[in-house]
């Protein structure tokens, strides 16, 4: 059975600094994997999407890695701001045929102005 | 282009009585998920519905729950007999086709059972 743990839980930065969200998955068997954000009360916004075969995938500040060996994928934001302050959550579609996806429980990040 | 479109956004519902919460999908998207989101979790897929067909329950309660996406019309997800244990955010979401290119989500519906 697939699980998705993010880490840490929540993160507290300043703003302007670089940082990595972590995310881990215990069966390197995926189709992609998918990084999206939760602002307080609303939907999910999708971030980046990286099928199996992709190393990375890069938007604005954002980039995301995936190490499908070793169940890994990890979101980097650079000069970070306030407005990237949300709920960031990954989750993997374990194949084509898959329906559905497979969440960790996220990443709280609070950026201080 | 208007997304995925949930209502309603809330939904206070008192102890026994049903719950319909609707989703209709982006234009173009034939496939829609429900997912539910309980207070400090991440989301947990419910099921998922194509055109007047259930592919994929799976993740629903085994009483109570229902859903369906009649040939016309949005996806409803029904909850009878409500539960305080049912108030979540529940989230809807619709690809083009399994898997390929990613999902849209809706904004949810928050279910408050008092």
């Known amino acids: 059975k697939q699980e998705v743990t993010q880490i840490p839980a929540a993160l507290s930065v300043p703003e302007g600094e670089n940082l990595v969200l972590n995310c881990s998955f215990t069966d390197s068997a995926i189709y992609n994997l998918q990084w999206f954000r939760q602002d307080p009360g609303k939907g999910l916004t999708s971030l980046l999407l990286i099928q199996s075969s992709q190393r990375e995938q890069t938007s604005g500040r954002l980039n995301a890695s995936l190490d499908k060996s070793s169940g890994r994928s990890t979101l980097y934001i650079a000069a970070s701001q306030p407005g990237d302050s949300a709920t960031y959550l990954c989750a993997v579609q374990e194949d084509q045929g898959a329906q559905k996806l497979v969440f960790g429980q996220g990443t709280r990040l609070t950026i201080n102005p | 282009n208007a997304g995925v479109m949930q209502n309603p956004r809330h939904l206070v519902r008192r102890r026994g009585q049903e719950a319909r919460l609707r989703c209709s999908p982006m234009?173009?998207?034939?496939?829609v998920y429900w997912y539910r989101q309980l207070p400090e979790e991440g989301l947990k897929f419910m099921v998922y519905?194509?055109?007047?067909?259930?592919?994929?329950e799976s993740g629903m309660p085994k009483e109570r729950f229902s859903a369906e996406f009649p040939k016309e019309g949005p996806s409803i997800l029904r909850i009878q007999q409500v539960v305080r244990g049912d108030s979540a955010a529940y989230f809807c979401?619709?690809?083009?086709?399994?898997?390929?290119?990613?999902?849209?989500f809706g904004s949810g519906t928050r279910l408050t059972v008092v």
């Open positions: 979401a619709s690809s083009r086709k399994t898997g390929v290119g990613g999902y849209t």
């Open positions: 519905l194509q055109k007047e067909n259930i592919i994929d």
């Open positions: 234009k173009g998207h034939s496939h």
